[in-house]
């Protein structure tokens, strides 16, 4: 699976963090919201009990009450207020004639009684009728009615709704004066929707500020790995622009900057060491080889003389070809590797290599598949044939006893391809990505080792570089491994 970039991480982080904090949020105020109208209309049925408490008194009958309530909430009194009075004894002395279907009172606080107790009046203690109240006696004074209890407040779920309670009196009555919730809780609800619908829309500009931001944020980023691209061996000089006001990017540009000047340097440095020491060896290689075949041919035939200059004429000549590949590949680091172009026929030069290998085959008894198309190419003559012969050899080194040799050169359309391949031990997967790495010598997949530096391979793939072309493991298995070595043809009428 592909890794999300940091862009949209950063994106779906802001959303994340956002929608928690909004959800958060919301919940908080809808809880405090509810709490707020919880208290209004807790408030709502204290003033309403503390305006007709002397209707219990004796100033009026209890339908009076009912009448009283009727008028102050008019129509939506029958769907909107509930009441209940108790006598000292629980006895429910008053219920509204329109007592909502299903509200029962038996999971209210302590002492509220259930709403299908049976409602009576006394004709001692409590009298109803117009213009009388709770008293000694018919003739009585009506007392005052004071509510001496604290007011409770509750709760009450039915089917169709939820009614909120206030219970409120002294010893001798209580009253239970309900309101419906149902505005309230349509309020709520839809506060609860609008906030539902409102918060996709607000996660999506949070997410799209992320996405704008992240990206102004990450545009240094996006210049250093474009300007790293840049940097080959033929492009040292990119540096990285200051596009930011940004002070943590500005420092970081410029430590890169000034890591690539030190690499800048280094690399010229060490490029030009190369080329001055093969250059300035190539002289004393010369005369040690004058020399050393001068001396091998005055010595004595058979003599251990003659052995020891044939060993070190063998060593000058593998100096000579060490010190020519180093400057070869300073010259192509430095992008100055010069090509002599000619028109070269390239089936005819590898007629003429695989003689050679031929010859250097024989002792292995190595079998050659040879199938070579007639190709003319610009190049330069000795560049191509040390690159080309240098892939031979390594199939001849890299083989075993009466092995194969398979060589191809195959026109296709506007390029050709040379496939050579060889029987043997393969290349080990750990060394596959390092085989064309200078002085790098991986270990056949037999364990035996064969002589070489480890630059041919490096030198070759430079070369045909230069040439416009490329070099490649094609294949590698135990038994077969196949190189390939594609370039371009000339136009038409250019052969």
Same mark, same amino acid.
């Given at each position: 699976?592909?890794?999300?970039?940091?862009?949209?991480?950063?994106?779906?982080?802001?959303?994340?963090?956002?929608?928690?904090?909004?959800?958060?949020?919301?919940?908080?105020?809808?809880?405090?919201?509810?709490?707020?109208?919880?208290?209004?209309?807790?408030?709502?049925?204290?003033?309403?009990?503390?305006?007709?408490?002397?209707?219990?008194?004796?100033?009026?009958?209890?339908?009076?009450?009912?009448?009283?309530?009727?008028?102050?909430?008019? @129509?939506?009194?029958?769907?909107?207020?509930?009441?209940?009075?108790?006598?000292?004894?629980?006895?429910?002395?008053?219920?509204?004639?329109?007592?909502?279907?299903?509200?029962?009172?038996?999971? /209210?606080?302590?002492?509220?009684?259930?709403?299908?107790?049976?409602?009576?009046?006394?004709?001692?203690?409590?009298?109803?009728?117009?213009?009388?109240?709770?008293?000694?006696?018919?003739?009585?004074?009506?007392?005052?009615?004071?509510?001496?209890?604290?007011?409770?407040?509750?709760?009450?779920?039915?089917?169709?709704?939820?009614?909120?309670?206030?219970?409120?009196?002294?010893?001798?009555?209580?009253?239970?004066?309900?309101?419906?919730?149902?505005?309230?809780?349509?309020?709520?609800?839809?506060?609860?929707?609008?906030?539902?619908?409102?918060?996709?829309?607000?996660?999506?500009?949070?997410?799209?500020?992320?996405?704008?931001?992240?990206? !102004?944020?990450?545009?240094?980023?996006?210049?250093?790995? @474009?300007?790293?691209?840049?940097?080959?061996?033929?492009?040292?000089?990119?540096?990285?622009?200051?596009?930011?006001?940004?002070?943590?990017?500005?420092?970081?540009?410029?430590?890169?900057?000034?890591?690539?000047?030190?690499?800048?340097?280094?690399?010229?440095?060490?490029?030009?060491?190369?080329?001055?020491?093969?250059?300035?060896?190539?002289?004393?290689?010369?005369?040690?080889?004058?020399?050393?075949?001068?001396?091998?041919?005055?010595?004595?035939? *058979?003599?251990?003389?003659? !052995?020891?200059?044939?060993?070190?004429?063998?060593?000058?000549?593998?100096?000579?070809?060490?010190?020519?590949?180093?400057?070869?590949?300073?010259?192509?680091?430095?992008?100055?590797?010069?090509?002599?172009?000619?028109?070269?026929?390239?089936? /005819?030069?590898?007629?003429?290599?695989?003689?050679?290998?031929?010859?250097?085959?024989?002792?292995? +008894?190595?079998?050659?598949?040879?199938?070579?198309?007639?190709?003319?190419?610009?190049?330069?003559?000795?560049?191509?044939?040390? /690159?080309?012969?240098?892939?031979?050899?390594?199939?001849?080194?890299?083989?075993?006893?009466?092995?194969?040799?398979?060589?191809?050169?195959?026109?296709?359309?506007?390029?050709?391809?040379?496939?050579?391949?060889?029987?043997?031990?393969?290349?080990?997967?750990?060394?596959?990505?390092?085989?064309?790495?200078?002085?790098?010598?991986?270990?056949?997949?037999?364990?035996?080792?064969?002589?070489?530096? *480890?630059?041919?391979?490096?030198?070759?793939?430079?070369?045909?570089?230069?040439?416009? +072309?490329?070099?490649?493991?094609?294949?590698?298995? @135990?038994?077969?491994?196949?190189?390939?070595?594609?370039?371009?043809?000339?136009?038409?009428?250019?052969?």
């Amino acid at each position: 699976m592909k890794p999300l970039s940091s862009r949209l991480k950063i994106a779906l982080l802001s959303a994340g963090i956002s929608g928690a904090v909004l959800v958060a949020f919301g919940l908080m105020l809808w809880v405090i919201i509810h709490h707020q109208r919880l208290a209004t209309v807790d408030r709502e049925i204290r003033t309403l009990a503390s305006r007709h408490p002397g209707l219990l008194a004796g100033r009026g009958s209890f339908e009076r009450l009912g009448s009283s309530l009727e008028f102050t909430f008019g @129509d939506d009194y029958t769907n909107h207020v509930a009441l209940l009075i108790r006598d000292a004894n629980g006895q429910i002395t008053y219920r509204s004639p329109h007592w909502p279907a299903g509200l029962d009172l038996t999971s /209210a606080p302590e002492a509220v009684i259930a709403t299908n107790a049976p409602a009576i009046v006394s004709d001692g203690a409590l009298h109803s009728g117009f213009g009388r109240g709770y008293g000694q006696g018919r003739g009585g004074p009506p007392p005052e009615l004071v509510f001496t209890r604290s007011p409770q407040f509750f709760t009450v779920k039915t089917a169709h709704g939820a009614w909120r309670f206030g219970r409120m009196g002294n010893d001798e009555v209580t009253l239970l004066l309900g309101l419906n919730q149902a505005e309230m809780e349509a309020e709520l609800n839809h506060l609860r929707n609008v906030f539902l619908l409102v918060l996709p829309a607000a996660l999506m500009l949070v997410a799209l500020g992320g996405w704008v931001v992240a990206g !102004q944020a990450l545009r240094p980023l996006t210049m250093i790995a @474009d300007t790293a691209e840049k940097v080959t061996i033929r492009g040292l000089d990119q540096r990285i622009p200051r596009a930011t006001d940004s002070p943590e990017a500005i420092r970081l540009i410029h430590v890169l900057n000034r890591m690539m000047d030190r690499l800048e340097n280094s690399f010229h440095q060490a490029t030009r060491f190369s080329a001055d020491a093969s250059h300035e060896l190539k002289t004393p290689l010369a005369i040690m080889q004058g020399e050393l075949e001068n001396a091998l041919q005055t010595a004595v035939p *058979g003599s251990a003389e003659q !052995q020891l200059f044939s060993n070190l004429l063998e060593e000058t000549q593998r100096l000579k070809t060490i010190t020519r590949s180093l400057l070869l590949l300073a010259q192509a680091d430095a992008g100055q590797l010069r090509l002599t172009r000619e028109m070269v026929d390239l089936t /005819a030069e590898l007629e003429s290599m695989l003689e050679d290998a031929q010859v250097l085959a024989a002792d292995a +008894g190595l079998q050659f598949d040879v199938q070579l198309t007639p190709v003319r190419i610009p190049a330069d003559r000795a560049l191509l044939h040390t /690159a080309i012969f240098n892939l031979i050899h390594n199939a001849v080194k890299y083989n075993q006893d009466q092995g194969k040799i398979a060589l191809h050169l195959i026109a296709k359309g506007q390029h050709f391809t040379l496939t050579i391949g060889n029987t043997g031990p393969g290349i080990p997967p750990t060394d596959r990505a390092r085989i064309f790495d200078r002085f790098y010598r991986g270990q056949p997949a037999d364990g035996t080792r064969r002589d070489g530096i *480890g630059l041919g391979l490096s030198l070759t793939r430079e070369i045909i570089r230069a040439h416009g +072309g490329d070099v490649s493991l094609l294949e590698s298995r @135990d038994g077969w491994t196949v190189f390939e070595l594609v370039l371009n043809l000339p136009p038409a009428g250019q052969h």
